[in-house]
């Protein structure tokens, strides 16, 4: 099966780590990079390009994945700002991950090593990181960052923006809002208001 072409951006972080998940289905034929220094080098056996890639090779699907825990809040602005037609975007699931007959998932998604979508919904623009398991009616919002090893238990909603750290449980039946950090390891047994950072066992608001 020919694998299809495949633009990635950034080259740092998950777009490194995305090199890993492509399987047979896609071939990365260049990073797209804002960074002058990185541009025109080859990382991986993938050339650096700037956003003009994304004009030049009109032929290849785009998988954008920026986001930390420090910069997630700005991720949708950047990958906007691209300005890639929904319909472009790849889907981009690791071999070994577990994916149900009837989970959903959205354009642009980028699902790691060993996760496990039970029969959940995974918005557009969200990320699912090694391992990390995702159980049954779990609604994740767009823009979303599932952390490695992080579990998110029955008929949890998670609203758009979010951010949940390596490691982390959050209880069934919960919501956390928009834009709401859950730190490393941290323990969930409660909603979390959007905007809110969360940390600790069990998870409290962080307050500056």
Known sequence: MDRRPLLVFPCNGNGLEALACLGDRWQCVGFVDD???????????????????????????????????TSYRTRRALIESLGVPRERYAQVVHPSATIAPHAVLGTNVLVMAGAVVSHAAVGDHAIVLPNAVIVHDVVIGAWSIVGANATIAGRTRLGEGCYIGAGASVQND????????????????????????VVGNPARALHP
């Open 174 to 197: 919960l919501v956390v809002g928009d834009g709401a950090l859950v730190g490393l390891g941290s323990v969930v047994i409660r909603d979390v208001p959007a905007g809110a950072t």
């Open 35 to 69: 960074t002058p220094e990185k541009q025109g080098r080859t990382v991986h056996g993938c050339p650096v390009f700037d956003r003009s890639a994304l004009r030049d090779r009109a032929d290849a699907a785009v998988l954008a994945v920026p986001g930390s825990p």
